[in-house]
């Protein structure tokens, strides 16, 4: 059992019809049939959405993921139009919100990894694979990798594990040339972000990204959507800090997972119970952790 703790009810803003509530989106479309995507404070973890909320960390998603687009932007097109809030909108959603094109999303998580961590090295240490991938002997968690991974998942409803698939399975779904194109896709931005973070000293260890079409027949266009590079969904680990063969220093949600799962919690992950509060501590740690990734990143200070 998984899934919200504390499901919200979403926000009704006229004009806007109301599509989907995600782990930390919610999903509008407009009288245009454009998306309006706003990113909510909430945080997951373990396939829970938690009661605890991190103050800001929507609006920090937000600009570093448009950043991100930005940086982005000469090697593949994406999906944003703007950032207009809607009017009768909550004031609340300045800084949080995106409007999009309606992509024709492509259901499956394009993962790419440089370095070993998460399901990739819970699959190692069973088989010396990722995905289907043969790995050397040897590796241990957060060792770098001979050279970066496409491994892709199938995306999953709220509350459930994102599945590995092998490369094979996702030509087998989408045919070979769109699996090619979503593999080749996948590490150029991972090889061009993994290269920017580095200059600002921070290792890219894994990141996911979301596809869709944009448009119809052949003039479709492979086009990035959802969000890009940031915290809750990638690996930042401190390139001053990183040494292999022992969980590392990061700037994501490790932090929740790890008091999760400690006894300071008094959580039973593999119960049905919901996972408990954050502490305020936790809930400072995390956000601290949040800002600083951006900070380092972009340049800019959080404000």
Request: proline fraction near 8%; charged fraction near 25%.
């Amino acid at each position: 059992m998984s899934g919200f703790v504390e499901k919200p009810e979403p926000v009704q803003v006229p004009g806007l019809v109301h599509l989907h509530t995600g782990k930390v989106r919610d999903l509008y479309q407009n009288d245009a049939g454009d998306l309006v995507m706003v990113a909510s404070d909430r945080i997951s973890a373990f396939d829970w959405v938690l009661p605890t909320e991190i103050p800001e960390k929507g609006r920090i998603l937000t600009r570093l993921s448009l950043w991100w687009f930005e940086q982005l932007a000469d090697l593949l097109p994406h999906h944003v139009i703007g950032t207009e809030v809607p009017a009768g909108a909550p004031l609340d959603w300045e800084g949080r919100t995106t409007v999009c094109k309606s992509l024709r999303m492509i259901p499956v998580e394009c993962v790419a990894r440089g370095y070993l961590a998460g399901s990739g090295l819970a699959e190692y240490a069973r088989s010396r694979t990722v995905c289907g991938l043969g790995l050397p002997e040897g590796l241990e968690d957060g060792s770098e990798l001979p050279g970066p991974i496409f491994t892709p998942a199938t995306k999953a409803e709220v509350g459930e594990h994102d599945e590995n698939v092998p490369y094979e399975e996702v030509a087998r779904m989408l045919g070979p040339e769109t699996a090619a194109e979503l593999r080749q896709a996948t590490l150029a931005a991972y090889e061009r972000a993994r290269e920017i973070a580095r200059e600002r000293g921070i290792i890219l260890a894994d990141t996911k990204f979301e596809f869709g079409w944009d448009g119809g027949g052949e003039d479709a266009a492979l086009t990035l959507g959802d969000e890009v590079l940031t915290p809750d969904s990638s690996r930042f680990w401190p390139a001053d800090l990183w040494q292999p063969g022992r969980a590392q220093s990061s700037f994501d949600k490790q932090y929740i997972r790890d008091w999760l799962a400690s006894p300071s919690s008094g959580w039973d992950r593999a119960s049905e119970q919901p996972p408990p509060a954050l502490p305020e501590p936790v809930v400072a740690a995390t956000r601290s952790r949040y800002v600083e990734a951006y900070e380092r990143l972009t340049g800019v200070p959080w404000s």
